[in-house]
């Protein structure tokens, strides 16, 4: 369990750096006719993102060959970073996966700083997860999805830096963008493996 957690705190502690980064932005959110998919060969999902993301793979602490693979885009309205790490061991007892994601949220929460504000259980197919709603250091809010797959921890993150001054349909834009990102995972192929 401690390897999951690792992998969670330091996805949670990439993205708030990430955006806190200069970046130049991509096309905005709402523009359906700039996303696209991404989907690595072999990796056995498949996804949409309003642009071209960057790809980062780092190994996970403590777990010798054991990569964590980001894929991160920064739009003007929306942070979005999708990763995946696959683990040695397969895991599909229910109750073992519930226990690793309660895991993974308690240290990603103690290492960050964030503060929980939601959270309920989620399903893809058949696979266990949970959705996350997060209020970050510095303002910035996240709805984060994870799920596992026989031996492999999917992450989706939307970050969000709120405005007092965004208009109604500026908020309805960004939520449509938030909901196609997370709609349009999927999984392809025998995944885990």
């Known amino acids: 369990m401690k390897k999951f957690s690792s992998a969670l705190v330091f996805l949670l502690l990439s993205f708030v750096t990430v955006l806190a980064q200069e970046h130049s932005t991509s096309p905005a959110a709402g523009d359906d006719g700039n996303w696209i998919s991404v989907a690595p060969a072999n990796a056995g999902f498949n996804l949409r993102m309003p ?12 777990s010798p060959g054991v990569e964590n693979h980001m894929f991160m885009l920064e739009t003007p309205a929306v942070g979005y970073v999708f990763s995946y790490v696959q683990f ?3 895991v599909t007892d229910a109750a073992s996966i519930k226990g690793m994601l309660d895991a993974g949220r308690e240290g990603a ?13 989620i399903r893809l197919n058949e696979h266990y997860g ?16 994870a799920f596992w797959v026989r031996r492999r921890l999917y992450q989706l993150v939307v970050v969000l830096a709120p405005s007092a001054d965004e208009t109604p349909e500026a908020i309805r834009i960004r939520q449509e963008s938030t909901n196609k990102f997370f709609r349009s995972f999927s999984l392809v192929g025998d995944v885990g493996n």
């Open 51 to 62: 642009g071209k993301p960057t790809v980062r793979v780092d190994p996970v602490e403590g």
């Open 88 to 90: 040695p061991a397969d």
């Open 109 to 121: 929460l103690a290492t960050s700083g964030a503060k929980l504000k939601g959270e309920r259980e």
């Open 130 to 145: 949970r959705e996350w709603l997060l209020e970050l250091p510095g303002g910035l809010t996240a709805t984060n999805h």
